[in-house]
Nanobody
Framework: QVQLVESGGGLVQAGGSLRLSCAASGRTLSRYFMGWFRQAPGKEREFVAGVSRSGSSTTYADAVKGRFTISRDNAKNTVYLQMNSLKPEDTAIYYC????????????????WGQGTQVTVSS
């Protein structure tokens, strides 16, 4: 089991940027495919981005492609989500998650989750 703690959320105006971090402890992060998810009020939690164990491969939801960048630093046991050109519809709680699978963009593909960090984008 790996413990995950997100940080970096906050309030930002539309068009602005935020960088989320996810710090892991308990196990080496390089064992896991890592993902970021988000959940807006009244909506289901959805996949945002994922990064392979080595960091060489990334995948994104269509809604964030070209604006968000996921990366990882296995030496620091940390995963990042750089969010640029933010829109009000990006407002949500953002979760970091770890998967023991080779790849997953589904909620049930992940066994360990952080507590989430709130991102609010004002218009």
């Amino acid at each position: 089991q790996v413990q995950l703690v997100e940080s970096g959320g906050g309030l930002v105006q539309a068009g602005g940027s935020l960088r989320l971090s996810c710090a892991a402890s308990g196990r080496t992060l390089s064992r896991y495919f890592m993902g970021w998810f988000r959940q807006a009020p009244g909506k289901e939690r959805e996949f945002v981005a994922g990064v392979s164990r080595s960091g060489s491969s990334t995948t994104y939801a269509d809604a964030v492609k070209g604006r968000f960048t996921i990366s990882r630093d296995n030496a620091k046991n940390t995963v990042y989500l750089q969010m640029n050109s933010l829109k009000p519809e990006d407002t949500a709680i953002y979760y970091c998650a770890a998967s023991s699978l080779f790849y997953s963009d589904l909620n049930n593909g992940y066994g360990d989750w952080g507590q989430g960090t709130q991102v609010t984008v004002s218009s």
